[in-house]
Each structure stands twice: as structure tokens, then as C-alpha cells.
Nanobody, 124 residues
């Protein structure tokens, strides 16, 4: 059974940093593209960053490029999102997700398993 558990969210002031983690289990983690998504109140869930199974490629939303870094540790079955220079508009629930076979990118339709989310709140 696929299980994704996010952690690391919290409240920070603008300009601060947070590191999100996602512990994965129930599947061969190293074989799948993984992504981070976020959803603010009243808005649709949007792709933030994704990383291919073999570390060969990363994807970032324009709004976070240069500030956020996605990484993965296949030995620990863990996905990370380092978030720097946070802005109030980054406030949202952040979700970890696993893509389907041969899928990747920032389109939510490419993902078929989701974690419960971790809240990130950035104050000005």
C-alpha cells in the first residue's frame, strides 16, 4: 500500500526558510518520479516541483524557480523540498505526490498517489 507522509511545515516570516520532507513507503521509491504540489484556500492545487526517478531532471514552477530546490534520497525513500526566500504568497498546504509509470512534470493528472499535506504559512 502506497503511503506518503509529509513533515516540516510551519510558520515563518517572509524571507525565511523551511525544509519539507516526504517519507515514502509501499512501493519501489527509486523507480518513480516524485513531486511537490501546493493548494491555497480557494485556489486549485498547483505543481511546485518534480524530480525524475533517476535524478536526471527537475521541474519547477516559474513562481518558485531559484528559491526552492527539490531533491530525493533513494536510500532513505525520502523526498525533500528546500524553500528559501519565502513569500506570503507561498502560504499553502503542501502535498507530496507519486507519479504514474513513465509520468513526470507539474501536471497534477500525472500523479496518482498523494500525501495528507503539511501547512506552510508565511507572514509579511
Amino acid at each position: 500500500q502506497v503511503h506518503l507522509l509529509e513533515s516540516g511545515g510551519g510558520s515563518v516570516q517572509a524571507g525565511g526558510s523551511l525544509r519539507l520532507s516526504c517519507a515514502a513507503s509501499g512501493f519501489t521509491y527509486s523507480s518513480y518520479c516524485m513531486g511537490w504540489f501546493r493548494q491555497a484556500p480557494g485556489k486549485e492545487r498547483e505543481g511546485v516541483a518534480a524530480i525524475t526517478a533517476g535524478y536526471s531532471r527537475t521541474y519547477y514552477a516559474t513562481s518558485v524557480e531559484g528559491r526552492f530546490t527539490i531533491s530525493r534520497d533513494n536510500a532513505k525513500n525520502t523526498l525533500y523540498l528546500q524553500m528559501n526566500s519565502l513569500k506570503p504568497e507561498d502560504t499553502a498546504m503542501y502535498f507530496c505526490a507519486r507519479a504514474g509509470v513513465f509520468s513526470c512534470g507539474l501536471n497534477r493528472d500525472a500523479y496518482n498517489y498523494w500525501g495528507q499535506g503539511t501547512q506552510v504559512t508565511v507572514s509579511s
